[in-house]
C-alpha cells in the first residue's frame, strides 16, 4: 500500500500533522485551511524568530539546559531563514507571490537584503535558466554541485563520504559565503539595492556597538546564518533533481524533463503487525513514530521546508496554487497530467541517494494513482 494510504485508519486528530510531515494529503481528503502566500512569509518569520530565542534562553539558562538549547536554535534558525528563501523569494522569482511585478520585486528585495541572499534581478535571471536549462551545465545548480564533489555513479558508502566532506569543508561555506557578499556588494546591484545592503550592514554594526552583543550574533545568527544554511542548501539541493540522470544534456524532451524532479515524501508505510505479538507491535510502532518525529518532522521543518516536497509539481506547473501544493498535486493525478510526476519515498538519504544516482539504491517511481510504491527507506534523518 502507499505510505501515506497506510495511515489512513489512525486517528483523525493526527492526520494533518501527517499530511504535513509526508507532504501528502489521504487521497479524497479536502484542506481544512488554504495557504496564502503572506503566511509563507509569516512562517518563514516566525520560525527564525523561534530560534533565535530558544537560543537566547539557551544562553541564560544552566549549561546543561543552556547547551541543547543553543544547538537545538542553529537548525531552527536556519530552517527559517530556509524557508524565507527557497519558498517566499522563489516565488517571487515566478512571479507568483504577489499579483504585481513591483510587489515580487519588492518582497525580494526586502528578504534578500536581510538574509544576504543574492538582488532580485541576478537571482531570477539565474533560476530561469535554472528552469530553461535543468540539471545541465549550463545550471548554475548543477555547477554549484560538482564544486562540491558531487558525481554521479557512487556508491552509498562512497557518497557519504563525500557528503561529510563537503559539510565540512571550509572551500566550500567560504566559496558559498563570498557569493552572498559579491551579490549584495562587489556585483555592481542597483543602487537602491546597494543602499539596502549598505544600510543593514550599518544598522548591525551601530546596533551591535551600542548593545555589545558581538558574541550573542556570532552564535545565535552569524552562525545559522552561514554554516547551518550552506549546509541545508547543500542537503535540499542534492536531492533536488535527478541532476546526472541525462548527463547534463541541455536539450530533452518533455517526458525526460519530467524524469529529473521527483516528489520527496517523508515517511514509511505503518507496520503490519496482525500476526505478531504485543511486544513487537508495540516497538514496531514505537519505531515508526520515532521515525516520523525525530528524523522526518525535523527534516521537513529545517530543510524541505514550505511546497519543497511537490517540487515535481513546479516543474510541470510553476503558475499552479504553490500555497497548497500538496493538493493540487494528489488532484492532478486524477488527470491526463499524472504521468508527468515521479516520487520517493523515506528520509533525506533516500531523496539524495536517487537526486545523485547512487548506483546501490532504488530509483524514483512514477506517481500514478495505479502504482504509487515506496522507495525503499533510509535509516536515517
Same mark, same amino acid.
Given at each position: 500500500?502507499?505510505? *501515506?494510504?497506510?495511515?489512513?485508519?489512525?486517528?483523525?486528530?493526527?492526520?494533518p !500533522?501527517?499530511?504535513?510531515?509526508?507532504?501528502?494529503?489521504?487521497?479524497?481528503?479536502?484542506? *481544512?485551511?488554504?495557504?496564502?502566500p503572506?503566511?509563507?512569509?509569516?512562517a518563514?518569520?516566525?520560525?527564525?524568530?523561534?530560534?533565535?530565542?530558544?537560543?537566547?534562553a539557551?544562553l541564560?539558562?544552566?549549561?546543561?539546559?543552556?547547551?541543547?538549547l543553543?544547538?537545538?536554535?542553529?537548525p531552527?534558525?536556519a530552517g527559517?531563514?530556509r524557508?524565507?528563501?527557497v519558498?517566499?523569494?522563489?516565488?517571487?522569482?515566478?512571479?507568483?507571490?504577489t499579483?504585481?511585478?513591483?510587489?515580487?520585486?519588492?518582497?525580494?528585495?526586502?528578504?534578500?537584503?536581510?538574509?544576504?541572499?543574492?538582488?532580485?534581478?541576478?537571482?531570477?535571471?539565474e533560476h530561469?535558466?535554472?528552469?530553461?536549462h535543468?540539471c545541465?551545465?549550463?545550471d548554475?545548480?548543477?555547477?554549484?554541485?560538482?564544486?562540491?564533489?558531487a558525481?554521479?555513479?557512487m556508491?552509498?558508502?562512497?557518497?557519504?563520504?563525500?557528503?561529510?566532506r563537503?559539510?565540512?569543508?571550509?572551500?566550500?561555506?567560504?566559496?558559498?559565503?563570498?557569493?552572498?557578499m559579491?551579490?549584495?556588494?562587489?556585483?555592481?546591484p542597483?543602487?537602491?539595492?546597494?543602499?539596502?545592503?549598505?544600510?543593514?550592514?550599518?544598522?548591525?554594526?551601530?546596533?551591535?556597538?551600542?548593545?555589545?552583543?558581538?558574541?550573542?550574533?556570532?552564535?545565535?545568527?552569524?552562525?545559522?546564518?552561514? !554554516? !547551518?544554511?550552506?549546509?541545508?542548501?547543500?542537503?535540499?539541493?542534492?536531492?533536488?533533481?535527478?541532476?546526472?540522470l541525462?548527463?547534463?544534456?541541455?536539450r530533452?524532451?518533455?517526458?525526460?524533463?519530467?524524469?529529473?524532479?521527483?516528489?520527496?515524501?517523508?515517511?514509511?508505510?505503518?507496520?503490519?503487525?496482525?500476526?505478531?505479538?504485543?511486544?513487537?507491535?508495540?516497538?514496531?510502532?514505537?519505531?515508526?513514530?520515532?521515525?516520523?518525529?525525530?528524523?522526518?518532522?525535523?527534516?521537513?521543518?529545517?530543510?524541505?521546508?514550505?511546497?519543497?516536497?511537490?517540487?515535481?509539481?513546479?516543474?510541470?506547473?510553476?503558475k499552479?496554487?504553490?500555497?497548497?501544493?500538496?493538493?493540487?498535486r494528489?488532484?492532478?493525478?486524477?488527470?491526463?497530467?499524472?504521468?508527468?510526476?515521479?516520487?520517493?519515498?523515506g528520509?533525506?538519504?533516500?531523496?539524495?541517494?536517487?537526486?545523485?544516482?547512487?548506483?546501490?539504491?532504488?530509483?524514483?517511481?512514477?506517481?500514478?494513482?495505479?502504482r504509487?510504491?515506496?522507495?525503499?527507506?533510509?535509516?536515517?534523518?
Open positions: 500500500m502507499q505510505p *501515506r494510504e497506510s495511515m489512513r485508519g489512525l486517528p483523525r486528530l493526527v492526520q !500533522f501527517l499530511t504535513w510531515v509526508t507532504g501528502m494529503p489521504l487521497t479524497g481528503a479536502k484542506p *481544512r485551511v488554504l495557504w496564502r503572506v503566511l509563507a512569509l509569516i518563514g518569520f516566525v520560525q527564525t524568530v523561534v530560534g533565535v530565542t530558544i537560543g537566547v539557551g541564560q539558562a544552566r549549561w546543561y539546559l543552556g547547551i541543547p543553543v544547538l537545538l536554535s542553529w531552527i534558525t527559517g531563514i524557508r524565507l528563501d519558498v517566499v523569494v522563489h516565488q517571487t522569482l515566478h512571479q507568483m507571490y499579483p504585481s511585478t513591483r510587489g515580487n520585486r519588492i518582497v525580494s528585495e526586502i528578504v534578500t537584503t536581510l538574509t544576504w541572499r543574492p538582488p532580485y534581478d541576478e537571482n531570477r535571471k530561469l535558466v535554472h528552469h530553461a535543468p545541465s551545465l549550463r548554475g545548480d548543477t555547477l554549484y554541485l560538482a564544486s562540491t564533489g558525481r554521479p555513479g556508491t552509498r558508502r562512497e557518497f557519504r563520504g563525500y557528503l561529510w563537503a559539510l565540512i569543508s571550509p572551500r566550500h561555506h567560504w566559496s558559498f559565503f563570498a557569493g552572498r559579491r551579490g549584495n556588494f562587489f556585483s555592481r542597483p543602487a537602491y539595492r546597494l543602499a539596502m545592503s549598505l544600510s543593514y550592514l550599518a544598522a548591525t554594526v551601530v546596533f551591535l556597538g551600542l548593545t555589545g552583543w558581538w558574541l550573542q550574533w556570532l552564535l545565535l545568527w552569524f552562525l545559522p546564518a552561514t !554554516f !547551518f544554511f550552506h549546509n541545508h542548501t547543500l542537503l535540499y539541493t542534492l536531492s533536488e533533481h535527478r541532476w546526472w541525462f548527463q547534463n544534456a541541455e530533452l524532451t518533455k517526458p525526460q524533463r519530467d524524469q529529473l524532479t521527483f516528489g520527496r515524501f517523508c515517511g514509511t508505510a505503518v507496520p503490519q503487525t496482525g500476526d505478531v505479538g504485543p511486544l513487537r507491535a508495540g516497538l514496531a510502532w514505537t519505531g515508526w513514530w520515532a521515525r516520523m518525529l525525530l528524523l522526518y518532522a525535523p527534516y521537513r521543518l529545517c530543510i524541505l521546508v514550505g511546497d519543497t516536497v511537490q517540487h515535481d509539481l513546479h516543474h510541470v506547473r510553476p499552479c496554487d504553490w500555497a497548497n501544493s500538496s493538493w493540487v494528489n488532484a492532478d493525478l486524477g488527470t491526463n497530467q499524472a504521468g508527468r510526476y515521479f516520487e520517493v519515498w528520509g533525506l538519504l533516500s531523496h539524495v541517494y536517487v537526486g545523485n544516482s547512487v548506483s546501490d539504491w532504488i530509483t524514483a517511481e512514477p506517481s500514478t494513482p495505479s504509487r510504491p515506496a522507495v525503499k527507506e533510509a535509516v536515517a534523518a
